[in-house]
Nanobody, 126 residues
Framework: HVQLVESGGGSVQAGGSLRLSCEIS????????MGWFRQAPGKEREAVAA????????YVADSVKGRFTISKDNAKNTLYLEMNSLKPEDTAMYYC????????????????????WGQGTQVTVS
């Protein structure tokens, strides 16, 4: 049984910070990509950031570049998203996802290519 469990969401004032965590209960192979996505009501799910273990490469969406940082703890099988300078438009349900990718076929920002998903953690910025 595979589980991805997000935590760390909540309500914060504009300009504040939050740190999201995603605990993944599966063995992370060298070619796994672990990513963060978000979805606001009435909008499509969008990629926020991801880390591809196969090449130790980090990807960040332009909309959050310079404000959000993705990191991981391999020993704990935990993925983090540090969110700073939060804006009201960052309000969304944030999801953690993981998938096995070949390097040549990596699509880090394509939600449809990920196999495992968490239930989400709500982030509200006022």
């Amino acid at each position: 049984h595979v589980q991805l469990v997000e935590s760390g969401g909540g309500s914060v004032q504009a300009g504040g910070s939050l740190r999201l965590s995603c605990e993944i209960s599966l063995y992370i192979y060298s070619s796994y990509c672990m990513g963060w996505f978000r979805q606001a009501p009435g909008k499509e799910r969008e990629a926020v950031a991801a880390h591809y273990t196969g090449t130790a490469t980090t990807y960040v969406a332009d909309s959050v570049k310079g404000r959000f940082t993705i990191s991981k703890d391999n020993a704990k099988n935990t993925l983090y998203l540090e969110m700073n300078s939060l804006k009201p438009e960052d309000t969304a349900m944030y999801y953690c996802a993981a998938g096995l990718f070949l390097q040549w076929a990596l699509q880090w920002d394509n939600a449809g290519k990920y196999t495992y998903w968490g239930q989400g953690t709500q982030v509200t910025v006022s």
